[in-house]
Nanobody
Framework: QVQLVESGGGLVQAGGSLRLTCRTS????????MRWYRQAPTTPRELVAS???????DYLDYVKGRFTVSRDDIRNTVYLQMNNLNPEDTGVYYC??????????WGQGIQVTGSS
């Protein structure tokens, strides 16, 4: 059973940075897409950033230039470096891994709060 574990969330002042990490357990799997989603209290879950197996990335327009998604396929880990955070970035962030199957696996979510 694939499980995703997220870490790195928290409270940060406006303009600050956080780095989210999501890794799988157990090893022995490979994944096509690794993605980060955000769900704010009053909005649907939205796709924030994706990184494909070959390294192609894609971002929500609102985070372009501030967030960077990257992956380590040896460790089956995806990262989201978030810079210049603001209150509008607040929400629960979820990682999702997709196989070529396509099966998909979600993390449990982690809170990120940008204070003004």
């Amino acid at each position: 059973q694939v499980q995703l574990v997220e870490s790195g969330g928290g409270l940060v002042q406006a303009g600050g940075s956080l780095r989210l990490t999501c890794r799988t357990s157990p090893d022995g799997f490979s994944f096509n897409a690794m993605r980060w989603y955000r769900q704010a209290p009053t909005t649907p879950r939205e796709l924030v950033a994706s990184v494909m197996r070959g390294g192609d990335t894609d971002y929500l327009d609102y985070v372009k230039g501030r967030f960077t998604v990257s992956r380590d396929d040896i460790r089956n880990t995806v990262y989201l470096q978030m810079n210049n955070l603001n209150p509008e970035d607040t929400g629960v962030y979820y990682c999702k891994f997709e196989t070529w199957g396509p099966q998909e696996y979600w993390g449990q979510g982690i809170q990120v709060t940008g204070s003004s």
